[in-house]
Nanobody, 115 residues
Framework: QVQLVESGGGLVQAGGSLRLSCAAPRSIFSIHTMGWYRQAPGQQRELVAKILISGSTNYADSVKGRFTISRHNAKNTVYLQMNSLKPEDTAVYYC?????????WGQGIQVTVSS
C-alpha cells in the first residue's frame, strides 16, 4: 500500500529548529494536497500546515510565522521547517496526502521540545 515516509523528528531545545521531510510516491504527490498534522498525548489530531498543488499554503494560527511548509516537486517531498519551537509543539507529527475523500498518512514522527 501507499507509504508516506517521514524523517527529521527528534529532540530540540525551546527556541530551536527542526525540519521534517515526507517523501511520497510521485503518482500521489503530483495530484494531492500535502500536509502535516500533529497529535499530542490525550489530544485530537490537528492540522498544522498544508500546501496545495498550486503552492498556496495554510497554517494553524499557533504556528504562523514560525513554521513553513514547502514542496520539492522533483524529489516528491514535502518539508516542514519548524523554527522558534515551543514545548507546546511537542507531538507526533503525521504527513498527509489528500485529494477529495482520499487520504494517505505517514506513520508519525516524534517531535519533542524541551523547556
Amino acid at each position: 500500500q501507499v507509504q508516506l515516509v517521514e524523517s527529521g523528528g527528534g529532540l530540540v531545545q525551546a527556541g530551536g529548529s527542526l525540519r521534517l521531510s515526507c517523501a511520497a510516491p510521485r503518482s500521489i504527490f503530483s495530484i494531492h494536497t500535502m500536509g502535516w498534522y500533529r497529535q499530542a498525548p490525550g489530544q485530537q489530531r490537528e492540522l498544522v500546515a498544508k500546501i496545495l498543488i498550486s503552492g498556496s499554503t495554510n497554517y494553524a494560527d499557533s504556528v504562523k510565522g514560525r513554521f513553513t511548509i514547502s514542496r520539492h516537486n522533483a524529489k516528491n517531498t514535502v518539508y516542514l521547517q519548524m523554527n522558534s519551537l515551543k514545548p507546546e509543539d511537542t507531538a507526533v507529527y503525521y504527513c498527509n496526502a489528500n485529494r477529495y475523500v482520499y487520504n494517505y498518512w505517514g506513520q508519525g514522527i516524534q517531535v519533542t521540545v524541551s523547556s
